[in-house]
């Protein structure tokens, strides 16, 4: 890895996004995890009354349903804002005319890509923040603080999370689209996830869906260090599995992005 | 020295044929290209959209790879090892491209200089150079999106040199540029060749710009090399035919029927016309000393008596033309053979 266009990636961005922050965009993204929070209490006080079955907390480790639900918004929040800046990188780059300068330049892509990720990382900590605050006025509750399992978890989700966008900027390279792909990946991760229900009420396809992609036991998780409820050898499991996963993104998605900006570099040609 | 042989490149594209068909199609963008860029010379890469200028170019750069074909460079298979030529090229577009707008003008050379691993010290040196050389220095600390057109492309050429490569590629690098950038502009890719011996590939629209430029000339069409060489020899195989302006006092249709008779003794397929009180004469045969000879026969004194000297803008307007009426007539032919 070269540290120097890491460096430079992160003040490159630093800089641009000082000068033309998106304050609309991020104001967005938290009013959906508001909205996705929201939903949740609606459905939690008004349509299931307050009632649990017990599979829930046998499944979950936990009776506490806001809590569980809102840990996963913010997860969801988190994920999002991530995937979709860092993924995005190269199209922004095509859309403003940089792309074939970069290409030229002869340096190693993963830093260029972890420039981006940390740079957006920061940026998502500080509107994951503002959300979880919102996320308390709603019945947020920390039960069971579990501070290695917090740190561990959050470095897992970075790196699983860096996974899930070189594949999903491969596709977006590709098909030249950001629209469509985004939304139908975070529309189905919202689903298969386990962000505000256990995936284990879903049919069994979308189970194994949802087992492929990493961000699944990252938020299982990131619950367990905050909202406690999951035995050791569980978590020991789940931070295994997810290391896996996110590792074999990676080291399909380096490879492919390279193909991928060839190919957009081609089509560049009309 | 660059040196490819047989470059080629074809995409593989998906046409629409509606909204739910569509079919798979070869597209030939470069055929078969052969060129070569000593260090120290300007090269000019000529021919009308659609010629495959820009995909030879992207080759060349190592951006995308070439179908078949053999590229070396100083001796190095270019094609196996494109991060070594990434080191020592660099390329140079027109239009506002290849800046990021929202930085200034100086963290966008320190932006391009960090990416090709240039060392601080050595960097901040050359970025001041490199602005002073396009003239943005007082605005080195301005955002790009600020800056006319003429100062962005200023900055390209800037960004193009930071890692001061030793073969530069200019792709319409004068677009949009006012004529006394342009002329500081050929003033400075004179002096990286003729100077700094760097080897430099243009391609431009403006034939002017060529012709004041280029050392050699390679003209391609259809993906194809048409032809090479000199200015003279592309003007030459495009002009095979002599052109004359001839004028004497006097010159009333009858001298111009004499003429006409004179010059058909000589040669016959000449091409003779009447214009403004000038005879323009298009010839195989050298004819200065006939049509000398001829105002001396009839006493008359000549006003104007010169060979006219094509421009390369001629010759690839001439040549465009006669790509087009030779396809119109393969088209023709197929369509009644077929």
Redesign the interface.
């Known amino acids: 890895m070269?540290l120097?266009?890491l460096?430079?990636t992160i003040?490159?961005e630093f800089?641009?996004r000082l000068?033309?922050y998106p304050v609309s965009f991020m104001v967005g993204c938290i009013l959906t995890s508001f909205y996705t929070t929201f939903g949740a209490w609606l459905m939690y006080h008004y349509f299931f009354r307050g009632q649990l079955s017990e599979s829930f907390g046998s499944l979950t480790g936990t009776r506490d349903y806001m809590s569980y639900a809102i840990v996963g918004s913010l997860m969801y929040l988190f994920v999002v804002r991530t995937c979709l800046n860092v993924s995005r990188t190269l199209m922004t780059e095509l859309w403003?005319?940089?792309l074939?300068?970069?290409?030229?330049?002869?340096?190693r892509r993963v830093s260029y890509f972890l420039g981006n990720m940390l740079l957006q990382t920061i940026t998502t900590f500080g509107e994951t923040s503002i959300a979880a605050l919102i996320g308390v006025l709603f019945g947020l509750r920390i039960h069971d603080f579990n501070p290695v399992g917090f740190i561990i978890a959050v470095l897992l989700s970075l790196y699983c999370f860096f996974g899930v966008s070189l594949i999903l900027g491969c596709v977006m390279l590709y098909t030249r689209n950001t629209y469509i792909t985004q939304n139908t990946l975070f529309t189905a991760m919202f689903l298969v996830c386990g962000i505000t229900f256990p995936k284990e009420y879903l049919p069994m396809w979308l189970r194994v869906l949802g087992s492929i992609i990493p961000v699944t036991d990252c938020v299982s998780l990131m619950r367990a260090s905050l909202l406690g409820g999951f035995p050791q050898d569980q978590m020991v499991k789940l931070v295994i599995r997810a290391f896996v996963i996110g590792t074999a993104y990676i080291a399909l998605g380096m490879p492919l992005m390279k193909k991928v900006e060839?190919i957009a570099?081609?089509k560049m040609?009309g | 020295m660059i040196e490819v042989k047989n470059l080629k490149k074809t995409y593989d594209v998906k046409r629409r044929d509606g909204l739910f068909k569509s079919h798979r199609e070869t597209i030939e963008a470069v055929k078969d290209i052969s060129m070569r860029i000593d260090a120290g010379q300007i090269v000019g890469l000529l021919g009308i959209n659609g010629a495959g200028k820009t995909t030879t170019i992207k080759m060349l750069t190592t951006l995308i790879e070439p179908t078949s074909g053999t590229y070396s460079f100083d001796g190095m298979d270019a094609i196996v090892h494109p991060a070594e030529v990434k080191k020592q090229i660099n390329m140079i577009a027109g239009g506002e491209r290849m800046i990021y707008w929202r930085l200034s003008a100086y963290e966008n050379l320190w932006y391009y200089g960090q990416l090709y691993g240039i060392d601080n010290s050595v960097l901040k040196q050359r970025i001041e150079n490199l602005l002073k050389m396009v003239g943005l220095q007082d605005k080195a600390n301005l955002p790009v999106e600020t800056f006319s057109k003429g100062m962005k492309q200023r900055l390209q050429i800037a960004r193009g040199l930071i890692n001061d490569p030793k073969y530069i590629f200019l792709d319409e690098p004068t677009i949009g540029l006012d004529a006394v950038v342009t002329r500081e502009l050929h003033d400075e890719i004179k002096s990286l060749a003729k100077v700094k011996e760097k080897g430099i590939l243009l391609t431009s629209h403006y034939l002017s710009e060529v012709e004041e430029l280029c050392d050699y000339i390679y003209l391609v069409n259809n993906g194809e090399l048409i032809v090479e060489g000199t200015k003279k020899d592309l003007t030459d195989f495009v002009f095979l035919r002599n052109q004359y302006v001839f004028s004497t006092k006097g010159m009333d249709k009858n001298v111009y029927n004499g003429l006409k008779r004179h010059v058909r003794n000589v040669d016959n397929d000449a091409e003779i016309l009447f214009e403004n009180g000038k005879a323009m004469i298009t010839s195989n045969v050298e004819l200065s000393t006939i049509l000398a000879g001829f105002a001396i026969q009839e006493s008359l004194t000549i006003v104007e008596l010169h060979k006219m000297e094509p421009s390369l803008e001629q010759a690839m307007i001439k040549l465009s033309k006669d790509m087009k009426k030779e396809a119109e007539r393969e088209i023709l032919y197929k369509s009644l053979v077929g």
Do not use: D, H, W, Y
């Open positions: 070269e120097k266009v460096k430079a003040t490159k800089q641009v000068r033309a403003e005319g940089t074939e300068s970069l290409m030229l330049a002869p340096f060839i570099l081609e040609e």
